[in-house]
């Protein structure tokens, strides 16, 4: 995150991992956990106004309290007070305070002034990468979605008690994510680096014991680092948590790809090949 004081009171928020919101370098994240949750869904969507409703809704669902608009107000003015206190704690400053917790209509704004934000930087680079990928430029686009999952640092907002509307933007997060990590891998495949990456979609395929892109990516992986029967494996575990997990069998290019490994199909082996579930 961006720590250079030079450049005046600049806010930095990372939200892929615990929450870090900080001015200057300062952190300004409270301890309790409503204003906290408040700042994270703020932070979150930095220079954008979040409606107060969508706040209530982030902070009580559905069930708001009666005196959900004053309590708000009140969560608003503890964080002012925090930022105040945090960036000078002998003067508060809370004139600043306002200027980066902002009132807009029937909504409330956190100024990032400049600063960065890793959620928007790993959209913008996620795009770029996959931009470049269409286009044909395979070592960009690799480097592009690679600084892109990078950028995470744990789980999303793992430090909070996030309500339904964060859990709403997490999922939609990591789905994206997913997506980065799957079309990352399928063009390292194409690019000849699969051992680069066997141990990586290992991993991944742990996790996730009933993703099919993944475990496809996997199977071929090990098939290419000569390891065939750890990859004949794979698509028995597979097979065995889609059976138990989900009452169904891997999809039919799975069985293909299986088939070709049993055989010991030649054309595995060309960077030219293609999982055609990715």
């Known amino acids: 995150m961006h720590n250079d004081s030079q450049q005046g009171d600049a806010m930095d928020v990372g939200v892929l991992g615990a929450l870090q919101v900080s001015v200057d370098g300062t952190s300004v994240v409270p301890t309790a956990p409503k204003p906290r949750a408040l700042l994270a869904l703020l932070a979150f969507n930095m220079d954008q106004v979040v409606p107060s409703r969508t706040i209530c809704d982030e902070l009580w669902g559905e069930t708001p309290p009666?005196?959900?608009?004053?309590t708000l107000q009140t969560y608003i003015?503890?964080?002012?007070?925090?930022?105040a206190g945090e960036l000078s704690p002998l003067a508060p400053d809370t004139a600043r305070a306002k200027q980066l917790l902002t009132t807009?209509?029937?909504?409330?704004?956190?100024?990032?002034?400049g600063g960065e934000c890793d959620v928007a930087e790993f959209d913008r680079l996620a795009s770029a990468g996959m931009r470049r990928s269409e286009?044909?430029?395979?070592?960009a686009?690799?480097?592009l979605l690679r600084?892109?999952?990078?950028l995470w640092y744990g789980e999303v907002l793992v430090d909070v008690e996030t309500g339904p509307v964060l859990e709403t933007e997490i999922m939609r997060l990591k789905e994206r994510r997913r997506i980065v990590v799957e079309s990352r891998v399928q063009i390292d495949l194409a690019l000849g680096r699969h051992n680069s990456v066997v141990d990586e979609l290992s991993a991944l395929a742990v996790r996730d014991r009933t993703h099919e892109g993944l475990h496809g990516q996997l199977m071929l992986a090990q098939y290419r680092c000569g390891r065939r029967t750890h990859a004949l494996q794979t698509f028995h575990r597979l097979r065995t948590s889609?059976?138990?997990e989900l009452g169904l069998e891997p999809s039919p290019w799975l069985h293909r790809l299986?088939?070709?490994?049993?055989?010991t199909d030649p054309v595995l082996a060309s960077e030219e090949y293609r999982l055609v579930s990715c």
Not at 106 to 113: A, D, P, S, T
Not at 135 to 139: H, L, P, R
Not at 147 to 150: G, I, P, Q
Request: charged share 30%; hydrophobic share 35%; net charge neutral.
């Open 66 to 70: 009666k005196s959900a608009a004053t």
């Open 77 to 83: 003015l503890q964080l002012r007070r925090t930022i």
């Open 104 to 113: 807009r209509g029937k909504g409330y704004v956190l100024v990032g002034e």
């Open 135 to 139: 286009e044909g430029d395979s070592q």
């Open 141 to 143: 686009a690799s480097e």
């Open 147 to 150: 600084r892109a999952t990078d």
């Open 242 to 244: 889609l059976l138990n």
């Open 258 to 263: 299986q088939q070709m490994i049993l055989d």
